[in-house]
């Protein structure tokens, strides 16, 4: 009986040294993974807006953009952008095949985010290309726009 009570003990005190994790505040690789941002996730690194899909009522056509905003998609989920100058950084997050972005600066509305607050695409990509389709927003005669990769980033 003595025995079964020890090893009773002992295995409770093993549970709970191993048991609990003390991570810190810092994001696991699991965690990570879990997101969909690994390093192995394509989105990770610089994209350089140099098309738009567009509509004026009839239908769509291609314009070339000169200059054009840019995206760098850091593998710890965070994005850093010149789309505006009063906010240019936030999380983000892939959920199949629908990208997440999410400023992170108090009050900044951009006007097209959903009612959860974040600005949602379909995702796509096309050899150095990365297809975005809003979904917070609706274009009634549809939209897209292509970026092109520029360097990777970790």
């Not at 048991?19 to 810190?24: F, I, P």
């Not at 995206?71 to 505006?84: K, Q, V």
């Not at 108090?106 to 009612?115: A, K, L, Q, W």
Request: charged content about 20%.
């Amino acid at each position: 009986m003595k025995n079964i009570i020890k090893f009773g003990i002992t295995s409770l005190l093993i549970i709970l040294l191993f048991g609990c994790e003390n991570n810190d505040g810092k994001i696991s690789n699991d965690e990570i993974d879990s997101r969909g941002i690994d390093s192995e996730n394509p989105i990770i690194g610089n994209w350089k807006l140099v098309e738009a899909s567009i509509s004026s009522g009839g239908p769509q056509y291609l314009v070339a953009v000169e200059n054009g905003e840019e995206f760098n998609f850091l593998s710890t989920g965070i994005f850093i952008s010149n789309r505006s100058s009063e906010c240019t950084s936030g999380i983000f997050s892939i959920e199949s095949n629908e990208l997440i972005l999410k400023y992170d600066c108090d009050g900044f509305i951009t006007g097209v985010e959903n009612p959860e607050g974040a600005i949602t695409y379909t995702i796509t990509y096309e050899s150095n290309y990365l297809i975005l389709i809003p979904t917070s927003v609706i274009c009634t005669e549809g939209c897209s726009y292509k970026y092109e990769k520029i360097t990777d980033t970790k």
